[in-house]
């Protein structure tokens, strides 16, 4: 559901593969994704520290690292792979440049609340205030709200009264938490946006290593999963022999960036707090209001299962979306 000041559209996304959207935490999400590697053959090392790269004649061949309380190890690799965050040890000590970089736009506070009236997504945007309800486990709800970067430094001084400040959108909401403590500490975050080149001599990025993008949409998860796949894709296919490793991992960029290319933009646009209320939106959402099979498409866009550019070119959303002068 998105409410923006003139009436809530609901949808219901379709699943994607046969999988709902659904938003667990990383809390469970890691656990989960660890089992798996394992069960699939992966060697798993918890609790091991990656210190530096190893690299000989301009190509990366392995990391050196440590387990905790042990002694430092290298370990050699055809192909070393940075999925760690935006803060990249290999992206850093590769020097991978980056490219479209646009910095920081919004900042995002957060925590989690149990027995609040949310059991689906739910969206609310007031004058440059934005308010976010995501159920997940354990009956939980994690209820963030974002402001305009330029806001940060006053809502930082006093953060608790602030957050409950910035639920007015929601006024459900902020009445439900009034006067009450929340399950975590407020978390807050506020990232840059960027596409970074992820390959290079023995090396490749994946996830917000390679992509960031303001998480307006809480979309880094799937975006990582769908990238990993394309890399793996990609490496595969290169050490196989079926194309130059080079080549393949090119294919990957391209790939990644043809996929996310119009999203990141738009993503930039929203998170400038601007263009919800704008036309063509409103017309857009009024025909939506009175047809729920695109408004489940509409939906379907928020939770990457509907393509966005499939749904933005038919007939029907471009009628709607047509200006009346």
Known sequence: MVDVGDFPLSGRAPPADGVPMVAPRRTVLDELLVEAAEAAGAEVREGFAVRSLLEEDGRVVGIEGQQKGGTRETIRARVVVGADGKNSLVARTVDAP??????????????????????????????????????????LTCLVVGRPIADLRSFSADVERNYHDSLAPAP????????????????????????????????????????????????????????????????????????????????????????????????????????????????????????????????????????????YASSYVREAMAVQE
């Open 98 to 139: 980056t490219y479209d970089d646009v910095a920081p736009l919004a900042f995002y506070y957060y925590t989690y609340w149990r027995d609040l009236p949310v059991d689906a997504l739910e969206t609310y945007w007031r004058h440059q205030r934005f308010v976010l309800g995501i159920p997940t486990n354990d009956d």
């Open 172 to 311: 459900h909401l902020q009445d439900a938490v009034r006067d009450r403590q929340p399950v975590e500490r407020f978390v807050g975050t506020a990232v840059p946006n960027y596409f970074r080149r992820p390959y290079g001599p023995g090396w490749a990025l994946v996830g917000d290593a390679g992509l960031c993008m303001d998480p307006l949409f809480g979309h880094g998860i799937s975006d990582a999963f769908c990238d990993a796949e394309l890399l793996a894709d990609a490496i595969d296919a290169g050490l196989e022999g079926e194309t130059p490793l080079q080549e393949a991992l090119q294919g990957y960029e391209a790939a990644r960036n043809d996929r996310k290319a119009d999203d990141y933009e738009h993503n930039c646009k929203l998170a400038r707090m601007e263009g919800w209320d704008t036309p063509p939106f409103p017309q857009l959402r009024a025909a939506l209001r009175d047809n729920p099979d695109e408004a489940d498409r509409w939906a379907g866009t928020i939770a990457l299962s509907v393509d966005r550019d499939d749904f």
